[in-house]
Nanobody, 122 residues
Framework: QVQLVESGGGLVQAGGSLRLSCAAS????????MGWFRQAPGKERELVAV???????YYADSVKGRFTISRDNAKNTMYLQMSSLKPEDTAVYYC????????????????WGQGTQVTVSS
């Protein structure tokens, strides 16, 4: 069973930047697609970005051009660089591991971290 631990959340002003990290335990980190999701109060959880084992990336339209997902397989760590943050980016951000090396949909993630809060003030 993989364990995922997010870090890097916090309070930032609109227009600012944050970098989230997701550290994964266990082996075979590089074999799986990884993703970032977020959930704002009163809203459903939504996909933010995905990175496959091969490094292909996918982004929600709302974050394209502002967020960058990456991974360091040697460190078993995934990152989310967030820039030009907006108040509507405020949410709890979760990292997740997919069941496969490639991305087939949001339902294909089966391991989740505990989340890290990101708050963007206006």
């Amino acid at each position: 069973q993989v364990q995922l631990v997010e870090s890097g959340g916090g309070l930032v002003q609109a227009g600012g930047s944050l970098r989230l990290s997701c550290a994964a335990s266990g082996r075979s980190f590089s074999s799986y697609a990884m993703g970032w999701f977020r959930q704002a109060p009163g809203k459903e959880r939504e996909l933010v970005a995905v990175i496959t084992s091969g490094g292909n990336t996918y982004y929600a339209d709302s974050v394209k051009g502002r967020f960058t997902i990456s991974r360091d397989n040697a460190k078993n760590t995934m990152y989310l660089q967030m820039s030009s943050l907006k108040p509507e980016d405020t949410a709890v951000y979760y990292c997740a591991r997919g069941r496969r090396s490639y991305y087939t949909g949001t339902a294909d993630f089966d391991s989740w971290g505990q989340g890290t809060q990101v708050t963007v003030s206006s």
